[in-house]
């Protein structure tokens, strides 16, 4: 199976995404009007779609690369546990101590939060009582429902590669990308034809999102035939997105994102290694929600919103950073991609 070039733009395009979704909750979280032109230009729902294409294309190589189930489990409970858990507790022990609401600690919603939240099962309990009572919005970390989503991409994983024994890999991914695909269009129409908002939530879980997953899987697996195609693929895969043919045939849509984000994340000019600083990506789509809720809450957006804004976002830098070096990075293992690329740097 060919392997994809040392040199690509993964690490930046997941930096890019992750300040999207960040730049995409900004205005609402806020309720700021001068930020709500920024949904304009960044669209949360179109950078976690490519979130998943690339967690698809990553998540297969990683599987293959394993030397087993085991070793696949430990690299994965590595990268995504640490930080998760990290971000639950801070939230349930020190965002009482912000509002002044101490006294909810250890009570029995602060208690369903806190273990919900850790089960990922966020959905179950998203708001703490008296926290963030006076902003627009009241959850505390909204991000987090997609990495219940990714981590059961995770288990899936094995199980598809498992049916591959069996089965032509082509047919396999096939049907499983037209059952995610069926099943995400059965429940926009009951959301269309119903107005209830439930059902675009239900189109979004699992199985909905594993399309792109599988489009990402689909073209590490075939990647041979991608790279020798690229340029005869991304066209009309790009005139499909831009023309906004997922609206009219929405089938077709998370293979042209997978088509066109995977393409810019290897074939695309080399970027530079920005794997050197080590994966704050995943911090910046973690904290950046709370951070928000925080500046909001205490009204430090009022008066001198921009000159804010470039606070907020050094603010999540630096937090993000710190998380990778002092929590997440003592977890990976010396193979990591994250650890190689930091030792390039350094080396002559």
């Known amino acids: 199976m060919a392997d994809i070039p040392h040199k690509n733009n993964f690490d930046l395009l997941r930096l890019l995404l992750a300040f999207t979704v960040c730049l995409s909750h900004l205005g609402e979280v806020s309720g700021i009007q001068a930020f709500h032109p920024l949904e304009w230009y960044f669209y949360s729902g179109v950078a976690v779609d490519c979130f998943f294409v690339v967690s698809g294309f990553l998540i297969f190589r990683s599987y293959s690369r394993s030397s087993g189930l085991l070793s696949y489990c430990n690299k994965r409970v590595r990268r995504i546990f640490p930080a998760y858990i990290t971000v639950v507790l801070v939230a349930a022990f020190l965002l009482p101590f912000l509002v002044a609401t101490t006294d909810i600690i250890f009570s029995s919603q602060w208690n369903r939060y806190l273990f919900s939240n850790l089960a990922f099962l966020n959905f179950l309990q998203p708001d703490l009582p008296d926290v963030f009572t006076g902003n627009p919005l009241q959850v505390i970390n909204a991000p987090l ?5 990714e981590l059961m991409f ?9 049916l591959f024994k069996k089965n032509k890999k082509w047919l396999v991914l096939t049907l499983l990308y037209a059952g995610s695909v069926g099943y995400s269009m059965f429940f926009l129409h009951l959301h269309r034809t119903s107005g209830l908002p439930i059902y675009q939530t239900l189109a979004k879980q699992l199985p909905g999102q594993l399309a792109f997953f599988l489009g990402g899987g689909s073209i590490y697996l075939y990647f041979g035939f991608f790279q020798k195609h690229s340029l005869k693929l991304l066209i009309p895969a790009f005139i499909f997105l831009a023309s906004q043919g997922h609206t009219m045939v929405p089938a077709l849509y998370p293979l042209a994102l997978a088509i066109s984000v995977i393409f810019f994340a290897v074939f695309f000019p080399y970027l530079g290694n920005w794997g050197k600083y080590g994966d704050i990506s995943y911090g910046v789509y973690i904290y950046h929600f709370p951070i928000i809720q925080i500046f909001t809450d205490h009204d430090l957006f009022r008066g001198h919103p921009w000159q804010t804004f470039f606070f907020l976002i050094l603010t999540i830098l630096c937090i993000s ?10 977890f990976l293992r010396k193979s990591s991609h994250y650890r190689q690329a930091a030792e390039e740097q350094a080396s002559p």
């Open 154 to 162: 995770y288990c899936s994983v094995p199980l598809i590669f498992l």
């Open 321 to 330: 950073a710190c998380s990778y070096h002092f929590i997440e990075r003592p």
């Open 145 to 149: 429902w997609t990495i219940k989503i």
